[in-house]
C-alpha cells in the first residue's frame, strides 16, 4: 500500500472505526469506551504529526477516488491550509474527550454520544482535508448529519427543537452549496482546489454566472459559518451538553463554515480575482456587521453560554473578514484567528460547563465570586476572556493586531474602527464577568453543589480548560517561533500571494 | 469450462429459475421458506453471470427456442437492462430473506410462489425485445403484485388491490391499443426494428399518447397516482417494499426505452410536459407526506414525490439527465425498500405505525433507525448516496441546458423530503407519552433492512461502474459535459 | 369504406365506451365487465387492421397477439371477480370506497 496515499485515509480512520465499534457498545463498557475514544484520539494527534513532518519536507499527501464519470473524484489532500485546520482539530479533540468522558459521566445513552462525536470528528477531519469542492461538500454535509444527534441527545423539547432549527437551516445552506458546486463545476469545468485559484482564467461573459455563484457559495457556507443573517441556530444550539457546545463552536461546525469560506476565496476563486469580481467588498461588510451585531447580542445575554455563543458568531467573522480584505497581512490575521479563536473559545466552553456540572450556575448573575471556589478554572476564563478582549501578549491579540495592519496596508481604515469597537464591546460583555467572579462575595449556597473533596472539581474537568488556557498564552507569547499558528498562517499566505 | 458458461443463454435462466423456484414452492408449501430463499439465491447467480457474459461480450440478443421475430420471442440483455435486473436480484435478495422472517407458515405458503413469480415476470419484461412481449410481462406482473396486496386480507388491503388490478387493466390496454397501431404502421414490435422505421405519422402520435397514458398510470405519476398510497400501505411490509422498489419501476423501465428508442421525435412539448407533471409530483407527493400520521403512508407519499424526479428528465433530454434518473430509480430502490422493511420492524415491534407514538424507538431498534436514517440520506440526496449522485447528474444537466427551474424544483424536494424523514427521526428520539408491549423483531428482518440501506448509500461511492455499465449497446451511450 | 376500416373504428367505439363505463359505474362488476368490452374492442382493432390487402390472406401476427391477449384477459377477469367476491364479503358491498383526502 503506498503510504503517500493511504495516510490521510488513516487518520479519517482513527476516528471513524472507534466511533462505529463505540456504536455496538453496551452502556456499561466504560473502560472500553474511554479506551477507543483515547486511543484513537492519541493516534490521530500522531498521525497528523506525521503529515505536518511530511508537509514541510515537501511531500505529496493525496487520496483520490473517482465519484463520476467525466473526472470528477474525491480528493483528500494535504495542503498548509489543511494541515493548520486538522491540527487544531486533531489536538481539540483529544482534549475535548478527556472533558466529555468526565462530563458525561452516569448520563445515559453514552455509547450512541460518543459514536455520534467520533463520526463528527471524522466529518471535521474530512471537511479539512477535502482537495475540491466536491469532496468538501460531502464532509460538510456529513458534519450536519452527524451533529444533529448531539444537540437532540438529550430528548427535551427545548433539544428537539433547537435540533429542528438546526436542521433547517443547515440542510438549506447544504442546498445552496449543492446547487453552487453544480453550477460551478458547468461553468468552470473542474472545482479542484489551488492555490493561484482556478477560475482566473475565464474569459469575461462568465463573470455575472461566476457572482451568482460565489454568492450562492457563500451563503450555503455562511450558514456554519454564523453570518448574519444566517446564525439563527447557534444560540439554540446551546441547549447541548458543554462538550457538544465547545465542540461545535470551537472546532467543528462554525470553523468548518469558515474554513469554506477561506478555501473559496483563497483556493477556488484566488483573491485577486475575487475582488476584481468585486465580491469581497460586499463579504468584509457582512462580516463586520456580523462582528458588531454578534457583541451587541453578547451583551444582553445572562446565561453564560448564550453570551459565549453570541461571542462566537462575532469572533469568526474575523476570519471572513481577515481574507475579504484583500491583503496578505489580513490573510495571516484571519488565518491565524482561524487556530486562536478556536482555542480561546474551547476555554470559555470548558470553564462554562464546569461551573454548571460542579455548582449548577449556569447565569452569570449567579456567578458572583466564583473565583474563590473554582480558583483554576476561573483563572482559565480570564486567559480566555482577556484573549478574546485582544489583551497582549495573548493569542487573540495577534490576531488583531494582523487584521488591523492588514486593513491599513490595503486601505482599507474602517476596518480598524469596526476591530475597535468590537474589541471594546468585547471587554463589556467579558470584563464584568471577571469582576463579578473575582471580587464580589460568593452566595450561602451554590444552586446544585457536587463536591470532589478538596479539589474544585473533577481532575478531568479541570485539566483540559487549563491546557487550552495554557496553549492560549503560548500561541500568543511564542508567536514568532517557528511552530506557532502565527507562522503556520505566514508559510499559507505566502503560498496565496506568489505570482 | 468458461467457455461452456459464456455460450449459456443465460437471459433464459434468469426468467426460469425463479419460475421453477415458484412452482417449487407452490407444489411443496411446506417447505415454502428454503425453497423460495433457494430460488432467490439462484436468481441472483444467474443474474451475476449474465452480468459477466455482456461485460465479456458486449449486449446479447437471444431467440428463445431457436424461432426468431415476429412470431417467436427475443431476448435482450444491454447495459441498461442489465443493471435494472442486477438491481431487481439485489433488492429481491432482500425481500426474501425479510420474507422468511416476516410470514407465519401459512401466509408464507402463498406468498412465495406469488412473489417468485412476479420476479420472473419483472426478469422477462427487464429482458424484452418487443413491446408486445413487454405487454403480457407488463400484465403478468400486475397481476402477481395485485394478488400479493390483497395478501394481508381486511377490508384496506382488498380495495385497495382491487382499485390497482383496475387501474392496471386499464393501463395495459392502453398500451395494447397502442401496440396495435404502432403495429399496424410499421410491421413489426420488434424496438430495433422498430426504431429504424419510425416517422411522424399521425398513428406514431397517436400511438405515443396511448401507451405512455398507460404507462403513466401505472407509474403514479402525478395525476394518475391516487391508487398507490393506499396500496402500498395496506400491504404487508415486503410487498410495499417490492411495489415501490421494483414494480414502478418496471413501466418507467419501459416508458423509457419507448422514450429513447421509438418515440425521440416526440418534440419538446411532450417532454416539458412531463417534466411539470414530475415537478407537481415531488411538490405535492413531499407535502402530502408531510401531513400524514402513519408511517407507511408517509413512505407511500415519498414513493410517490420520488417517482417525480424522474420525470425530470424527459425535458431535459441528454445523456447525462437519462442516467441521472435512472440512478435515482436505482438508489430509490435500495432506500425505498429499506424503509418499508423498517417500518415493518417498527409496526412488528410496537404493534402499531403512528408516527407521534414513536415510542423510544431508536434505543431499542437501533439497527431499523440507522437503517430508516440511511434510506433517508440517500432519498434527500445527500452525499454520500446513490441519491446524491443522480440528483448531481440531474441538476448538472439542468443548469447546462439552462432550464434552471428544474434544478429548484429538485432542491426544493429535496428540502421537503428532509422535513418528513427527520419528522421521523426525530419522534424516535422522544420519551415515550405511553409506553408498549414490544414484541421481538427477527434478527434478520433488521439486518436486511440495514444492508439495503447500506447499498444505497455505498451507491454514491461506486458509481463509476454503474454508470459505464450503461453505456454497453444501449440507447443511452453518450458523454459527460460540463 | 373497407371492412377492415369499419372494424377497426368499431373497436375503437367498445374502447371508448368501456373506458366510459369504468369511470362512470361504481359497482365492482359492471367496471369489471367494462374492461372486459374495451379488451375486445382492442383486439377487434388488433385483427382488423391486420387484414392488409383485401382478398390475400391475412396476417398472422396480430392473431397471434389476440389469442396471448384473450388468455392474459381470462386470467386477469378471473382474479378481478375473485377479488371483487372477496371485497365484497369484508365491506358487505361490491363498490369501491369514495375517494377520501387523506
Request: charged content about 10%; hydrophobic content about 55%; overall charge neutral.
Amino acid at each position: 500500500m503506498n503510504w503517500d496515499s493511504s495516510l490521510l485515509l488513516l487518520i479519517m480512520a482513527t476516528s471513524l472505526l472507534p466511533g462505529l465499534v463505540i456504536f455496538f457498545l453496551p452502556e456499561e463498557r466504560v473502560a472500553l469506551r474511554t479506551t477507543l475514544n483515547m486511543a484513537g484520539a492519541v493516534v490521530k494527534l500522531v498521525l497528523v504529526g506525521v503529515v505536518i513532518w511530511g508537509v514541510l519536507h515537501g511531500y505529496q499527501y493525496e487520496t483520490r477516488w473517482p465519484l463520476l464519470p467525466g473526472g470528477l473524484d474525491l480528493v483528500l489532500h494535504a495542503d498548509a491550509e489543511s494541515v493548520l485546520f486538522v491540527t487544531l482539530s486533531a489536538v481539540l479533540w483529544l482534549v475535548t474527550t478527556i472533558y466529555a468522558i468526565a462530563y458525561l459521566e452516569g448520563s445515559p445513552h453514552r455509547s450512541r454520544f460518543f459514536g455520534f462525536f467520533s463520526l463528527c470528528v471524522t466529518a471535521t477531519v474530512g471537511v479539512a482535508l477535502a482537495g475540491n469542492l466536491i469532496t468538501f461538500l460531502l464532509f460538510y454535509e456529513l458534519l450536519t448529519l452527524s451533529t444533529y444527534p448531539l444537540i437532540v441527545h438529550r430528548g427535551t423539547e427545548e433539544a428537539r427543537q433547537a435540533g429542528r432549527i438546526y436542521l433547517r437551516y443547515t440542510i438549506a445552506g447544504g442546498a445552496l452549496l449543492l446547487v453552487g458546486t453544480v453550477w460551478l463545476y458547468d461553468v468552470a469545468g473542474c472545482v479542484e482546489f489551488d492555490h493561484r485559484g482556478v477560475l482566473a482564467g475565464l474569459d469575461d461573459s462568465d463573470h455575472a454566472a461566476l457572482t451568482a455563484i460565489f454568492v450562492l457559495l457563500i451563503a450555503g457556507l455562511g450558514v456554519k459559518a454564523a453570518l448574519v443573517p444566517l446564525h439563527g441556530w447557534l444560540p439554540r444550539a446551546m441547549v447541548a451538553a458543554a462538550p457538544v457546545s465547545a465542540l461545535l463552536h470551537a472546532v467543528a461546525v462554525v470553523k468548518a463554515g469558515a474554513f469554506g469560506i477561506v478555501r473559496v476565496v483563497d483556493d477556488v476563486y484566488g483573491v485577486e480575482f475575487a475582488a476584481s469580481l468585486g465580491v469581497t467588498g460586499p463579504l468584509a461588510v457582512l462580516a463586520a456587521t456580523t462582528i458588531i451585531y454578534g457583541s451587541l447580542r453578547a451583551l444582553f445575554q445572562d446565561n453564560l453560554k448564550r453570551r459565549l455563543a453570541y461571542s462566537t458568531v462575532s469572533q469568526v467573522s474575523y476570519i471572513v473578514l481577515g481574507i475579504a480584505i484583500v491583503g496578505p497581512i489580513a490573510t495571516i490575521g484571519g488565518l491565524v484567528h482561524l487556530v486562536h479563536q478556536g482555542i480561546m473559545k474551547i476555554t470559555l466552553f470548558f470553564c462554562a460547563g464546569n461551573f454548571a456540572e460542579t455548582l449548577g450556575v449556569h447565569n452569570i448573575s449567579g456567578m458572583h465570586g466564583i473565583g474563590r471556589r473554582m480558583p483554576w478554572t476561573m483563572a482559565a476564563f480570564t486567559i480566555g476572556a482577556l484573549g478574546m478582549i485582544g489583551v497582549p501578549p495573548l493569542a487573540g491579540f495577534i490576531s488583531k493586531w494582523y487584521l488591523g495592519l492588514g486593513a491599513l496596508d490595503a486601505g482599507q481604515d474602517w476596518v480598524i474602527i469596526i476591530l475597535a469597537g468590537s474589541s471594546l464591546l468585547n471587554a463589556g460583555y467579558f470584563l464584568p464577568i471577571l469582576y463579578a467572579a473575582w471580587f464580589k462575595a460568593p452566595p450561602e449556597i451554590w444552586p446544585a453543589e457536587r463536591s470532589w473533596g478538596r479539589r474544585e472539581t473533577a481532575l478531568a474537568l479541570l485539566v483540559p480548560p487549563v491546557v487550552t488556557a495554557l496553549l492560549t498564552l503560548a500561541a500568543g507569547l511564542l508567536a514568532a517561533a517557528p511552530f506557532s499558528p502565527l507562522q503556520w498562517a505566514r508559510f499559507i499566505t505566502a503560498q496565496e500571494y506568489t505570482p | 469450462m468458461l467457455a461452456g458458461l459464456a455460450d449459456t443463454p443465460w437471459s433464459v435462466l434468469v426468467i426460469l429459475w425463479p419460475l421453477v423456484g415458484a412452482l417449487a414452492c407452490f407444489l411443496w408449501p411446506r417447505h415454502a421458506n428454503p425453497l423460495g430463499l433457494l430460488a432467490a439465491l439462484g436468481s441472483v447467480a444467474c443474474v451475476a453471470t449474465l452480468a459477466w457474459q455482456v461485460v465479456e461480450q458486449g449486449a446479447q440478443r437471444h431467440a428463445v427456442g431457436g424461432w426468431g421475430a415476429p412470431l417467436g420471442i427475443d431476448l435482450y440483455a444491454d447495459g441498461l437492462s442489465l443493471l435494472m435486473l442486477v438491481m431487481t436480484a439485489m433488492v429481491g435478495l432482500g425481500i426474501s430473506i425479510y420474507s422468511s422472517g416476516y410470514f407465519d407458515r401459512k401466509t408464507a405458503a402463498v406468498f412465495w410462489p406469488l412473489w417468485l413469480f412476479l420476479w420472473t415476470a419483472l426478469n422477462a419484461l427487464l429482458l424484452s425485445a418487443d413491446i408486445f412481449n413487454l405487454y403480457v410481462t407488463l400484465e403478468l406482473l400486475g397481476l402477481a403484485a395485485v394478488a400479493l396486496v390483497a395478501l394481508a386480507g381486511g377490508a384496506n388491503a382488498l380495495t385497495a388491490a382491487m382499485r390497482y388490478l383496475l387501474v392496471s387493466l386499464l393501463g395495459s390496454l392502453c398500451y395494447l391499443l397502442g401496440v396495435a397501431l404502432l403495429y399496424h404502421s410499421f410491421g413489426s414490435v420488434d424496438i430495433a426494428i422498430l426504431a429504424q422505421r419510425v416517422e411522424p405519422l399521425p398513428s406514431v402520435w397517436a400511438a405515443t399518447g396511448l401507451m405512455s397514458a398507460g404507462l403513466l398510470l401505472k407509474t403514479a405519476l402525478f395525476p394518475l397516482h391516487f391508487w398507490l398510497p393506499p396500496a402500498h400501505a395496506s400491504a404487508p411490509a415486503p410487498v410495499s417494499a417490492m411495489l415501490s422498489a421494483l414494480v414502478v419501476m418496471a413501466s418507467f423501465y419501459i416508458l423509457l426505452r419507448l422514450w429513447l428508442e421509438i418515440f425521440p421525435l416526440s418534440g419538446a412539448a411532450l417532454g416539458q410536459l412531463l417534466g411539470l407533471l414530475g415537478a407537481a409530483a415531488v411538490l405535492w407527493g413531499g407535502i402530502q407526506a408531510l401531513r400524514q400520521t402513519r408511517l407507511k403512508l408517509l413512505i407511500a407519499y415519498s414513493t410517490v414525490a420520488q417517482l417525480g424526479y424522474l420525470f425530470l428528465a424527459f425535458p431535459l433530454g441528454t445523456s447525462f439527465a437519462w442516467k441521472g434518473a435512472l440512478y435515482l430509480l436505482l438508489s430509490h430502490a435500495l432506500a425505498k425498500a429499506a424503509m418499508f422493511m423498517a417500518a415493518g420492524n417498527i409496526l412488528r415491534f410496537g404493534g402499531h405505525d403512528r408516527i407521534a407514538d414513536l415510542d423510544r424507538v431508536v434505543q431499542r431498534l437501533p439497527l431499523t433507525l440507522t437503517a430508516f436514517s440511511l434510506a433517508g440520506i440517500s432519498l434527500m440526496g445527500l452525499p454520500p448516496s446513490g441519491g446524491f449522485i443522480g440528483k448531481w447528474l440531474l441538476l448538472d444537466a439542468a443548469l447546462y441546458s439552462g432550464q434552471w427551474w428544474w434544478a429548484l424544483i429538485l432542491i426544493t424536494g429535496g428540502l421537503l423530503t428532509a422535513a418528513y424523514v427527520f419528522k421521523v427521526v426525530g419522534y424516535a428520539f422522544t420519551p415515550a407519552e405511553v409506553s408498549h408491549e414490544a414484541r421481538t423483531v427477527p434478527a434478520r428482518m433488521e439486518w436486511t433492512a440495514l444492508l439495503l440501506a447500506l447499498a444505497a448509500v455505498l451507491l454514491g461511492l461506486f458509481a463509476l461502474w454503474p454508470l459505464t455499465l450503461l453505456d454497453i449497446g444501449s440507447p443511452l451511450a453518450g458523454g459527460y459535459a460540463g | 369504406m373497407n371492412s377492415g376500416l369499419l372494424y377497426a373504428l368499431t373497436g375503437v367505439g367498445l374502447f371508448t365506451l368501456g373506458l366510459n363505463a369504468l369511470i362512470m359505474h361504481a359497482h365492482l362488476l359492471r367496471k369489471i365487465l367494462a374492461i372486459n368490452v374495451m379488451g375486445s374492442g382492442v383486439f377487434l382493432v388488433l385483427v382488423a387492421l391486420g387484414g392488409r390487402v383485401p382478398g390475400a390472406s391475412p396476417d398472422p401476427v396480430p392473431h397471434a397477439m389476440v389469442i396471448t391477449g384473450i388468455v392474459v384477459a381470462v386470467s386477469a377477469t378471473a382474479l378481478a371477480l375473485a377479488l371483487m367476491l372477496r371485497v365484497r364479503a369484508a365491506t358487505g358491498k361490491p363498490r369501491l370506497p369514495e375517494e377520501r383526502q387523506e
